[in-house]
């Protein structure tokens, strides 16, 4: 905008000043020269700016599609802290579909859905680990918004109950651990590790974490993520 300005004054000046100039001028030849080089530099102002006005308009386009949500995926790690475990390659196992759910303080609900599988894997010597990935199950809901909407989310629940057996985890062990990771457009932008339940609370059903302060930050943090890269 400021060269757009510049040139209009620059073109401006030159009219004024071309005209006091050849005002009284005899020669009509001189005349002629001033008007046709006052011509060419016009054209290439405004040459000048609709270029920059092209540009300035690609420039904002592009700062709006950095601020939309056009991806979100949920990844949840499930550990169950076990002895002595023999470390295993990663398993999947397809067929059961998990759903999680993120909740505005205005309590809107937005599902989030794995496509029917999951993988497993004995990570360590005490770490049984189950990872599950999720997409919006209504994208349209979600996705196309602003990313400053996420900062509304404030509760995150799941529900594992069902997942106890087709994990293989022992049902008499209660000390388990979950992982929360967020990635918007691609991009790590919250990691929770350890999110907290008593032992045995896995088992019990649905479970709902608190996650308002993490999707506050969320904008700055992507920003950041976006220029560093």
Same mark, same amino acid.
Not at 54 to 75: A, G, M, T, W
Not at 117 to 128: G, H, K, M, T, V
Not at 177 to 182: A, R
């Given at each position: 905008?400021?060269?757009?300005?510049?040139?209009?004054?620059?073109?401006?000046?030159?009219?004024?000043?071309?005209?006091?100039?050849?005002? !009284? #001028?005899?020669? &009509?030849?001189?005349? *002629?020269?001033?008007? %046709?080089?006052?011509? @060419?530099?016009?054209?290439?102002?405004?040459?000048?700016?609709?270029?920059?006005?092209?540009?300035?308009?690609?420039? !904002? #386009?592009?700062? &709006?599609?950095?601020? *939309?949500?056009?991806? %979100?995926?949920?990844? @949840?790690?499930?550990?169950?802290?076990?002895?002595?475990?023999?470390?295993?390659?990663?398993?999947?196992?397809?067929?059961?579909?998990?759903?999680?759910?993120?909740?505005?303080?205005?309590?809107?609900?937005?599902?989030?859905?794995?496509?029917?599988?999951?993988?497993?894997?004995?990570?360590?010597?005490?770490?049984?680990?189950?990872?599950?990935?999720?997409?919006?199950?209504?994208?349209?809901?979600?996705?196309?918004?602003?990313?400053?909407?996420?900062?509304?989310?404030?509760?995150?629940?799941?529900?594992?109950?069902?997942?106890?057996?087709?994990?293989?985890?022992?049902?008499?062990?209660?000390?388990?651990?979950?992982?929360?990771?967020?990635?918007?457009?691609?991009?790590?932008?919250?990691?929770?590790?350890?999110?907290?339940?008593?032992?045995?609370?896995?088992?019990?059903?649905?479970?709902?974490?608190?996650?308002?302060?993490?999707?506050?930050?969320?904008?700055?943090?992507?920003?950041?993520?976006?220029?560093?890269?």
């Amino acid at each position: 905008m400021n060269k757009i300005i510049i040139f209009g004054v620059i073109s401006l000046i030159c009219f004024i000043g071309l005209s006091l100039l050849t005002k !009284n #001028s005899q020669n &009509k030849l001189h005349i *002629i020269l001033w008007w %046709l080089c006052f011509i @060419v530099v016009f054209l290439i102002s405004v040459r000048a700016v609709v270029n920059e006005y092209k540009n300035q308009k690609q420039i !904002n #386009s592009l700062e &709006k599609r950095v601020n *939309i949500i056009n991806s %979100l995926e949920i990844r @949840v790690n499930l550990d169950e802290i076990t002895q002595k475990g023999k470390q295993g390659e990663k398993n999947t196992s397809v067929g059961i579909q998990s759903v999680v759910a993120l909740f505005t303080k205005d309590k809107i609900r937005h599902r989030f859905v794995t496509d029917f599988q999951f993988s497993f894997q004995q990570l360590s010597e005490n770490i049984r680990r189950a990872t599950f990935i999720y997409i919006p199950e209504e994208p349209t809901k979600i996705l196309g918004r602003s990313i400053d909407y996420l900062k509304q989310i404030e509760i995150f629940s799941c529900n594992y109950k069902k997942f106890i057996d087709p994990l293989g985890f022992n049902k008499n062990n209660e000390n388990h651990k979950i992982n929360l990771v967020i990635l918007l457009n691609g991009i790590e932008v919250i990691s929770l590790n350890n999110l907290a339940i008593t032992k045995g609370q896995l088992y019990s059903g649905q479970l709902n974490f608190n996650v308002s302060d993490s999707f506050k930050g969320i904008s700055v943090r992507y920003q950041k993520e976006i220029e560093s890269k």
